[in-house]
């Protein structure tokens, strides 16, 4: 590690510390995750659920992990810096903007998703559920989008029963909120699908403040599902002793008027109750909503590239994404980092004092500003369950 001259640090999390470096001979800025368990051996590193994954994935939509560190007992993990993620573009943008103005453009939501949804795509092709996508793991530069935190990542083929628990409860899928243990990958679309409507709404859709709470928000839009659609869901209900709510849902129509007809069709279908009926990544990314959007791009200067994550090399600052740029003073946007990395170009080297190995990977970048604190309901928390803040 004396390789990397460590200049402030970015999160303290249940698992790591992580912080802001710069290696020493190229004066690349990286972010250094220091795990707080000790690693005798360096098949015991191996295990890590985080290495595990991004060793298996590459994909220009997923955070780098540069490199794998083990000194003494001590790990550490290396991670590409991004400058952003997209909550706290969210959050910027909040305190810039006017309340009847969307916080992004439809150009850019379709880019934001398409390039999520690409990066879904490599996740669960490479045989892992990502298990906590949401705004704070999807990590923004210039126009280009990653997906972050592996910390949950889960092999698709692993034999139930799975932790019970898992993702941030605004973003949990129904049979996670009714604890269902044979769950699989559809549980990254409803996530997929909660963001998406977000990105129109400016707002959480789901903003629960319990299980019971989240699931009756849920059905307050989706409406409630009917056993014919959904019977696992009402056994796993029953085992719990909870109903389904009886309500009048509102449309998501009505709920996101900015929203164009194939949007809504797409969120309606990542948002079904029964995970069977929820499209796979490839399946959205191959509805209208992305497959007839070509001349937005021609309309708005912003090249096709862009939508599939490849940079356009054109100037940029953190605050903008795709066409859409806030004007920010330097330096106006301070906080913490949490971490997550993966990418797309070599994989990670692992060192062991002077020992070098490289495994094949892709990784939980960081999360600048993860500790920003998202504005929801008077009295509704969004601190999850089990999940610290950093989720290291």
Known sequence: MNRYLIVGQLGDGSFGVVSKAQHASSGEIVAVKKMKQRFSSWEECLQLREVQSLRKLQHPNIVKLKEV???NTELF?????????????QRMRTEQMSGTQGLFNDREIRSIMCQTLLAVQAIHKGGFMHRDLKPE?????????????FGLAKEIRSRPPFTEYVSTRWYRA??????????????????????????????????????SDQLFKICSIMGSPSPSEWDEGYQLSR????????????PLRQLLPNAPPAAIDLIEQMLRFNPSDR???????????????NNVAEAGGTTTALYAGISTG????????VSMQ????????????????????????????????????????????ANVVRSVPQGVSRATDNDDEFSF
């Open 69 to 71: 560190v083990r000194e």
């Open 239 to 250: 085992r719990l002793n909870m109903r389904f709510p009886t309500v009048v849902p509102t």
């Open 137 to 149: 793991n999807l990590l923004t530069k210039g126009d280009i989008v990653k997906v972050a935190d």
């Open 314 to 321: 054109q100037p940029h600052n953190p605050f903008q994404l």
């Open 77 to 89: 993990l290396i991670f590409e810096y991004m400058e952003m993620n997209l909550f706290s573009i």
């Open 174 to 211: 129904p049979e996670i909120i009714l604890r269902s243990t044979h769950y699989n990958s559809p549980i990254d679309i409803w996530a997929c699908g909660v963001i998406f409507a977000e990105l129109y709404l400016n707002r959480p859709l789901f903003p629960g403040s319990s299980d």
């Open 279 to 293: 499209p796979t990544a490839t399946q959205c990314l191959k509805h209208s909503y992305f497959t007839e959007t």
């Open 326 to 369: 806030v004007s920010m003073p330097n330096g106006s946007f301070q906080g913490g980092v949490g971490l997550r990395a993966n990418g797309g170009s070599p994989p990670p080297t692992l060192c062991s004092s002077s020992r070098v190995f490289s495994p094949n990977s892709s990784v939980p970048g960081i999360n600048p500003y």
